[in-house]
């Protein structure tokens, strides 16, 4: 079974007998007079259908007996092509999204009452309409998640609407080999960014020039986007975790560490990977010791991951174990001040978004990916580090994805010191 089927089984699996769902793309939102943001379909769409395009819509119904999917895309419209560009053809839709039965959007509604309606109909009676309630989802341009769902109460009140977002959140969590193959190709890429990066990296240069060496390399190999809005920080700028790109305009300095937080997406999939090294190539004494701490918590936790430990079992031992670095170094004044200098968490799951969903609480499961990230920030010293990896859990412990990505100081070392400069 193709990869695309399988996860459509897996969620028929979860569903109802006697049930239907209803996924939408989404609308490209206004951002302001007629200019729109970028599009990009809901993730949980594209999950079953590889597809990104404004108003697509995928319709599953689990009738007595038999499973249908239902694909709508826009029809052919020849003014819009020569405005906006090529849309995708039934062929093609159905092409990419491995599904029969491709339509145009504007008959959905039809279809959606023909299996709503009426019953004992060739569906049989179906009950409970799945639908993604996540707030605030534009799905299509005449709906919001919410009037949508009053649409259908209004239209078919015999038939239960039920958020099909927690399924969503347990078939996204556990990654298929399929995915894990994503994952590391965008990995792998970010890698190369990375590398050509740090090349031309010298001091002097601005933040922004090197987001922007990194981002034009994806670009130009593989037209890769971007996981998330790439941060480049230099000294002090490192202690604030998100350091937006506009401001990304002071000077990596000689005798400072810069620290990087980026990705590329590959078919969708992020990649989420930090580092921070010493412009000089060299670490100096204190930079030395509070690398040296981070390093050795990003290795014990990827050590320490299991199947049956949450997320917040991972936090709790990263603090513990930075609270004992921090001690051991003498790097605070109270033995309880951690929380001055790490106050972000350690994992997220990772995937086709780069924060991706999931269940929190849910003990960790083989196939799971997740990133681990340790961080401490001394704004007193103006320093900042962050090693962040993407870690697969197979046969039953953490597979650092992102294990080729230099992080030991003898390793960045020999990298900074032996580059080709410009
Ligand atoms: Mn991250």
Redesign the pocket.
């Known amino acids: 079974m193709s990869e695309l089927r399988d996860r459509r089984e897996k969620l028929f699996a979860l569903m109802k007998e006697n049930s239907a769902a209803v996924i939408f793309a989404g609308a490209a939102k206004i951002s302001t007079a007629d200019e729109f943001y970028p599009f990009i379909s809901n993730r949980n769409f594209f999950y079953l259908s590889n597809i990104e395009q404004e108003n697509s819509i995928l319709l599953l119904i689990k009738g007595i007996g038999e499973k249908k999917v239902y694909l709508f895309v826009d029809e052919y419209n020849e003014l819009k092509e020569k405005w906006t560009g090529k849309r995708l053809t039934f062929e093609k839709a159905g092409k990419i999204a491995d599904i029969q039965n491709v339509y145009a959007t504007s008959s959905f509604e039809n279809m959606l009452s023909m299996a709503l309606a009426f019953t004992n109909n060739q569906y049989g009676n179906i009950s409970t309409l799945y639908l993604d309630l996540t707030p605030e989802l534009k799905i299509k341009e005449a709906y919001s998640t919410t009037n949508f769902k009053d649409f259908i109460a209004l239209e078919y009140p015999h038939v239960n609407v039920e958020d099909i977002y927690p399924h969503f959140k347990m078939l996204r969590m556990v990654k298929s080999e399929c995915e894990v193959r994503e994952l590391v190709e965008a990995i792998n890429a970010t890698y190369s960014g990375i590398s050509h990066m740090l090349v031309k990296m010298t001091p002097g240069m601005t933040e922004y020039n090197l987001a922007d060496i990194f981002e034009f390399y994806g670009r130009e190999h593989g037209r890769h986007e971007l996981a998330f809005s790439t941060i480049i920080a230099c000294g002090k700028n490192a202690t604030c975790l998100h350091y937006p790109y506009e401001q990304q305009n002071d000077p990596i300095l000689e005798n400072r560490m810069v620290q990087f937080?980026l990705g590329y997406k590959h078919n969708g999939y992020c990649a989420?990977i930090?580092r921070a090294y010493p412009v000089s190539g060299k670490f100096d004494n204190l930079q030395r010791d509070i690398y040296t701490a981070v390093l050795n918590c990003n290795k014990a936790v990827i050590n320490y991951i299991k199947p049956g430990l949450t997320l917040l079992d991972l936090q709790n031992f990263a603090k513990e174990f930075l609270r004992n670095e921090c001690i051991r170094l003498k790097l605070m004044d109270k033995d309880d001040d951690i929380g001055k200098y790490y106050y972000h968490n350690v994992s997220?799951h990772?995937g086709l978004d780069?924060?991706d969903i999931s269940d929190r609480e849910k003990p960790l499961e083989n196939g799971n990916v997740i990133?681990v990230?340790p961080g401490l920030y001394f704004a007193n010293h103006g320093i900042g580090v962050r090693i962040?990896d993407d870690v697969l859990i197979r046969d039953g412990h953490g597979e650092c994805l992102s294990h080729n990505i230099p992080k030991e100081i003898e390793d960045i070392e020999r990298l900074l010191q032996s580059k080709e400069r410009y």
């Open positions: 937080d989420d930090s997220h990772l780069t924060h990133t990230e962040e």
